[in-house]
């Protein structure tokens, strides 16, 4: 039986208990190869670690690794490389995952998150030791940005040209920026916002169900416990070991899922796609999520996240010359 790691970024992070946490000072979070356009406007490139999205950046005079991940509420920073910064008021919390509850992370505030001149303030970051995810990955992992850092931009996921595209808004979600991409949006797909979670309703096969969408998640996922109608579309080909956020181990089957849509518009073809359980991620979100889309749908879609007004942007793909 293969064994591979999908962990952290699949489980759509999130807090269940509020905690007071102590100030940290911090001056700010660099992306070395970060374009800035403007003032309100920055474009990322990225790299693929597996089917991870990881950008390069400098924080406390750290040079590493950060994962985009939509599903992860908070940022997160990596006990193993800021041993300094544990002392803190406050207790530890726990976050959810698909495989189970996640003990011993604790939250502190940041004063200020700095990318480059687009600024935000008192900024809580959790601090959860991550150093399983590096050895698996082999990568010098500094943590994870999330919802609290891209709710307050629009959110250009671009797997195509591997950069992201970061686009300062106003609390109505009208960009500052007017003149942002050069490419056509040419569809578009209202969500629910569930705490941090974008929740979209579509259709398998006909049959009504919940997707959460999760830029962290290596494969789509589907219940197991969903209807049964819904489970002729998906195919099993092979079973793998699937390795969450502590470090344990479950069986999965990995197969490919058909019949997805969004809307009259908005439908994929076959993806690969992960047949488990996803009841702790469902009680912590107080949501019952039938499905959860990645990367294996951000590969075809060339995704636009709007979380103030809700709704989501897809770009044409270029069309290739022969």
Same mark, same amino acid.
């Given at each position: 039986?293969?064994?591979?790691f999908?962990?952290?970024?699949?489980?759509?992070?999130?807090?269940?208990?509020?905690?007071?946490?102590?100030?940290?000072?911090?001056?700010?979070?660099?992306?070395?190869?970060?374009?800035?356009?403007?003032?309100?406007?920055?474009?990322?490139?990225?790299?693929?670690?597996?089917?991870?999205?990881?950008?390069?950046?400098?924080?406390?005079?750290?040079?590493g690794?950060?994962?985009?991940?939509?599903?992860?509420?908070?940022?997160?920073?990596?006990?193993?490389?800021?041993?300094?910064?544990?002392?803190?008021?406050?207790?530890?919390?726990?976050?959810?995952?698909?495989? &189970?509850?996640?003990?011993?992370?604790?939250?502190?505030?940041?004063n200020?998150?700095?990318?480059?001149?687009?600024s935000?303030?008192?900024i809580?970051?959790?601090?959860?030791?991550?150093?399983?995810?590096?050895?698996?990955?082999?990568?010098?992992?500094?943590?994870?940005?999330?919802?609290?850092?891209?709710?307050?931009?629009?959110?250009?996921?671009?797997?195509?040209?591997?950069?992201?595209?970061?686009t300062?808004?106003?609390?109505?979600?009208?960009?500052?920026?007017?003149?942002?991409?050069?490419?056509?949006?040419n569809d578009?797909l209202?969500?629910?916002?569930?705490?941090?979670?974008?929740?979209?309703?579509?259709?398998?096969?006909?049959?009504?169900?919940?997707?959460?969408?999760?830029?962290?998640?290596?494969?789509?996922?589907?219940?197991?416990?969903?209807?049964?109608?819904?489970?002729?579309?998906f195919?099993?080909?092979?079973?793998?070991?699937?390795?969450?956020?502590?470090?344990?181990?479950? &069986?999965?089957?990995?197969?490919?899922?058909?019949?997805?849509?969004?809307?009259?518009?908005?439908?994929?073809?076959?993806?690969?796609t992960?047949?488990?359980?996803l009841r702790?991620?469902?009680?912590?979100?107080?949501?019952?999520?039938?499905?959860?889309?990645?990367?294996?749908?951000?590969?075809?879609?060339?995704?636009?996240?709007?979380?103030?007004?809700?709704?989501?942007?897809?770009?044409?793909?270029?069309?290739?010359?022969?």
């Amino acid at each position: 039986m293969t064994r591979f790691f999908i962990g952290v970024f699949t489980i759509l992070m999130c807090s269940t208990t509020q905690i007071k946490a102590k100030a940290i000072p911090i001056d700010k979070i660099i992306f070395s190869k970060a374009e800035i356009l403007n003032e309100y406007t920055a474009r990322i490139p990225f790299k693929l670690v597996d089917h991870l999205i990881v950008v390069e950046a400098e924080l406390y005079d750290k040079k590493g690794n950060f994962i985009i991940d939509t599903g992860s509420e908070t940022l997160i920073l990596n006990k193993v490389h800021f041993p300094a910064h544990q002392r803190f008021n406050g207790g530890s919390q726990k976050k959810a995952g698909v495989t &189970e509850i996640i003990d011993n992370s604790v939250q502190r505030t940041l004063n200020q998150f700095l990318l480059q001149n687009l600024s935000f303030s008192k900024i809580n970051s959790d601090i959860i030791d991550l150093s399983h995810i590096e050895k698996s990955k082999k990568i010098n992992l500094l943590g994870i940005i999330g919802y609290n850092i891209l709710k307050g931009y629009e959110v250009f996921i671009d797997l195509y040209l591997k950069q992201i595209t970061l686009t300062k808004i106003d609390k109505k979600g009208r960009k500052l920026d007017s003149r942002v991409y050069l490419e056509k949006i040419n569809d578009s797909l209202d969500f629910k916002l569930v705490k941090h979670t974008i929740v979209l309703n579509g259709f398998i096969g006909g049959q009504k169900v919940k997707f959460g969408l999760d830029s962290g998640a290596e494969f789509n996922q589907i219940n197991k416990s969903v209807n049964r109608k819904v489970l002729k579309y998906f195919t099993p080909e092979k079973k793998l070991d699937m390795m969450g956020m502590g470090n344990k181990k479950i &069986e999965v089957l990995v197969g490919k899922l058909r019949r997805v849509k969004l809307s009259e518009t908005v439908y994929v073809g076959p993806m690969n796609t992960i047949l488990t359980n996803l009841r702790k991620m469902n009680e912590a979100y107080g949501i019952a999520l039938d499905g959860v889309l990645g990367y294996e749908f951000l590969k075809y879609k060339r995704t636009i996240i709007n979380y103030k007004k809700k709704k989501l942007y897809f770009v044409e793909n270029p069309i290739p010359r022969h």
